[in-house]
């Protein structure tokens, strides 16, 4: 997919527009549903908001996601179609500065999309992706999202979850593991599930989890501090007051 849009990068909403694009070629190329334009239409009303811009308590739970992450005995980060349209590149980075394991899961699964978005991710950089094998289960969930590879998810302690919906990251909380949620919508049942709600832009989101892992890699005491400055219930007020209030 190219990045080719008829937009100046002078105009003030280019990275919105630059967004649409995005989906709309990843609908195209099979990678995105089309649900997926619904929740990235859902989701940039949030945003504009937000002021299009992380405000500070998302950018304290990005420092504490990345913590988790590389204090993790095996962390992943799942990848649904939405995210590997917007930010496959910046997604293998992540997974490159935390020693994360990168894992297809969709909401509208079949092999054929995740086999795209496997490629896809290939493409930008990635050695291994799992999603693939799909040989084990999330206890409580109906149908194909309940897929997992039990050496991926099934066995993480640390998952970061984008843009997913709700059951599911219920489900992936209850079984015990340290989940971290980017959703724009403070008041979403992902964002109340996570142990770490990063009420943020996934384009901007990502890339500053991936800052903050550089800056808090060898430094334990760095990341344990991260981690207990860190209140996801003050976050979620926080993010819900600025987008009531404007920011």
Known sequence: MSDDVDVPESHPRYESLLTRHRIEAGVDAGITSRQGLIAQGRGEAYDYLLGEATIDSADRAERAAAAYLLGADHAVVSVNGNAAALVPGELVELAAATGADLEVNLFNRTEERIERIADYLREHGADEVKGLTADGRIPGLDHERAKVDADGIGDADVVL?????????????????????????????????????????????????????????????????AIERFDADAALSDAEAAIRGGV
Do not use: F, M
């Open 161 to 225: 979850v984008p843009l997913e919906d709700g059951d599911r990251a219920e489900a992936l909380g209850e079984l015990g593991k340290t989940e971290l949620v980017v959703d724009l919508n403070p008041l979403s049942r992902s964002a109340r599930a996570a142990t770490v709600p990063i009420v943020d832009n996934i384009i901007r989101a990502i890339p500053g989890i991936t800052a903050h892992a550089r800056d808090l890699a060898d430094d334990a005491d760095a990341q344990r501090a």
